[in-house]
């Protein structure tokens, strides 16, 4: 029997959903707000929430990740609007297992149910984040937990796998972690970097060729897929693949089998397909500089990972690891770090991910050769610097620009630069703009939308930013 | 960008890849790791950005030392020259996770290719310098 909590403020919509609950054989737990709902997934083991967008206090989708760290980590359903795709939409990418539109048949909601649940049965089965190797990869956020959760899911089969992300993620730890948790762990993983690799070399490294292929070919040349056989081929910065090496690897992909250049015979490889990119492959796809075929191949299964500026939590965890991991290899007692340099940490958004914190962690170590403590004077200057103004600017920007800061003496220090000046006047005109709006069609985001002009999804994220509730 | 070589043994291919080094960046300091501590204490140092390490191994159990400090490598590009087309040499290359694999009994075309590619798209804001 499963615990099945139904968040929602309509006790008819409440009780409806409970029956359904309880006559597929689970209990139902109710709670009419959101500050409800989060104390009783808080202390109560569940297994799935059904949770309304549209409550008293505050919006749903605000409160998914809140709910997804509860400890019986549940799979989420979202109630959403009938025929609201932008709701729909975001309560996916905010980790919703799925969405039901209000109202539902009584089949659809056992259905959604049941699969939800089915799922985190299968989930249960498989191999727990923590059981496999990671290869490096640190963090326990629960995006981190997901992609750990894939994969171990990877791993046990020989799909071909895309990993997404921006640059300095992980893409390729992730790439390795699936290989050494695979059955092919004994044989290599090979990697080609298509970015590194000019054009008129990929094919010959990636194939091989044969002696008198070509001018400079004065021998044969075993290729990369040939040398991953029994192991994995890592395609790393996929996107930047030519046309034509794009058409010749999807046949490959097919066939797992290939023509050395310049030779006669074809070759077999046995090889699982790993491939990586920083890129919007779909979007080079509608460009026409990525093939439809290929991608589709290439996606047999997805993995996409988030940035560091999404999983703040992991910072403590990946700054603890690579300071202590840089004593080691410093052969030096591991530092302490002050509550500023980790703060500091915190704010900063980290564009370069993963490795610019390990880069910024390096420096900081070298920059303190004998001190026991890190503070942040240690860090790069560059992220000081950025910090320090990104706070200057908050605070010298004021919502709406002072009449005398417009003008007045172009020398004063504190005379505001026009960007900050068009910033202010922005923030303060949007924010206005949303209160009249919310005002106005009384909380009623769909009526907000036809209104404004406006996607949901827009409208949640500018509602989030200025915080603003739809509660009038 | 920095360029770090290594090299255990002085021989005619460390010459010729110094000079594709050089050719490429003529800024490169000239100097060679010549054992694991030497190359260690290189790959310790902070680095500005990203930098890439020419590996030339003279046999099997040169590529073999560099595994226990391949944490060293990491934000570091590595371009292996491996010493003969074994498997068990080639098996023990990709441990490395090369971005370019070749041999000591090349004429390197491919190291001045892949070395002028990683360091002009680098410096080009539109190029491909992350991963």
């Known amino acids: 029997m499963a615990h099945i909590l139904i968040i929602d403020d309509d006790p008819i919509v409440c009780e409806t959903i409970s029956h359904i609950v309880k006559h597929l054989g689970h209990e139902a737990i109710t709670a009419h707000s959101l500050q409800e709902g989060i104390e009783k997934v808080s202390s109560e083991a569940v297994d799935v929430v059904l949770l309304d967008v549209q409550m008293p206090d505050g919006n749903g989708l605000e409160a998914v990740p809140g709910i997804r760290k509860a400890p019986s980590s549940p799979e989420i359903i979202i109630l959403t609007g009938y025929g609201d795709a932008d709701g729909a939409e975001l309560a996916i990418k905010n980790g919703a297992w799925d969405y039901l539109e209000k109202p539902s048949s009584r089949q659809q909601i056992s259905l959604t149910l049941t699969r939800a649940l089915q799922y985190r049965q299968q989930k249960g ?113 996929v996107g930047e693949l030519s046309p034509s090496v794009q058409k010749s690897f999807l046949r490959v992909l097919q066939e797992r089998r290939f023509r050395p250049i310049g030779g006669k015979e074809e070759i ?69 770090l002050s509550p500023e340099f980790m703060d500091l940490l915190a704010r900063y958004p980290w564009p370069g991910n993963v490795r610019e914190l390990v880069h910024a962690l390096e420096r900081a170590f070298a920059a303190a050769p004998g001190e026991p403590t890190l503070y942040p004077k240690h860090l790069p200057t560059n992220i000081r610097t950025q910090l320090a103004r990104t706070s200057i600017r908050k605070k010298a920007a004021p919502a709406v620009v002072p009449a005398e800061r417009r003008g007045g003496d172009p020398t004063s220090p504190t005379f505001a630069t026009l960007q900050e000046v068009r910033e202010a006047a922005l923030v303060d005109v949007e924010r206005q703009y949303l209160k009249d709006l919310i005002e106005r069609t009384e909380g009623d985001i769909q009526q907000a939308c036809l209104t404004s002009g406006l996607s949901r999804s827009r409208l949640y994220s500018l509602l989030k930013k200025y915080g603003i509730s739809t509660a009038t | 960008m920095d360029v770090v070589f290594y090299s255990p043994t002085n021989g005619s291919s460390e010459e010729r890849l110094q000079r594709v080094i050089e050719s490429v960046t003529p800024a490169w300091e000239g100097t060679v790791c010549r054992t694991i501590e030497d190359l260690s204490e290189r790959l310790l140092q902070p680095k500005n950005d990203l930098a890439i390490a020419l590996l030339l191994a003279e046999k099997r159990e040169d590529i073999e030392g560099l595994l226990p400090v391949s944490n060293l490598f990491r934000n570091t590009r590595i371009i292996l020259i491996a010493p003969d087309r074994n498997k068990e040499t080639i098996a023990a290359a990709h441990r490395l996770r090369p971005r370019l694999l070749t041999y000591s009994d090349s004429d390197f075309a491919d190291v001045f290719t892949v070395l002028a590619k990683i360091i002009a798209d680098h410096h080009n804001p539109n190029g491909m310098g992350g991963r």
Not at chain 1, 131 to 154: F, H, T, W, Y
Not at chain 1, 166 to 178: N, P, R, S, V, Y
Not at chain 1, 288 to 312: S, V
Request: glycine letters at 6%; proline letters at 3%.
């Open chain 1, 125 to 237: 089965a498989i191999k727990p984040a923590e059981a496999i190797k990671r290869e490096g990869i640190v963090g326990n956020s629960p995006q981190m937990r997901d992609c750990l959760d894939l994969v171990a899911q990877a791993a046990k089969g020989d799909a071909n796998v895309l990993i997404t992300g921006e640059t300095g993620t992980g893409k390729e730890l992730f790439a390795l972690a699936i290989h050494n948790n695979s059955r092919r762990a004994n044989s290599s993983f090979v990697v080609v970097d298509c970015a590194a690799l000019p054009k008129n070399l990929v094919e010959s490294v990636l194939f091989g060729h044969e002696k008198g292929a070509f001018t400079s070919a004065d021998r044969a040349q075993e290729g990369l897929i040939r040398q991953a056989d029994g192991g994995t081929l890592f395609l790393d910065e």
């Open chain 1, 268 to 336: 077999k490889s046995d090889f699982r397909l790993i491939a990586a990119s920083n890129r919007d492959l779909d979007e080079l796809v509608r460009r026409q500089q990525f093939r439809e075929d290929l991608l589709f191949r290439l996606r047999t299964f997805a993995i996409e990972l988030p940035p560091l500026r999404e999983r703040l939590e992991d910072i403590k965890e990946l700054v603890r690891h690579y300071i202590a991991q840089l004593a080691e290899e410093h052969g030096q007692q591991a530092k302490d």
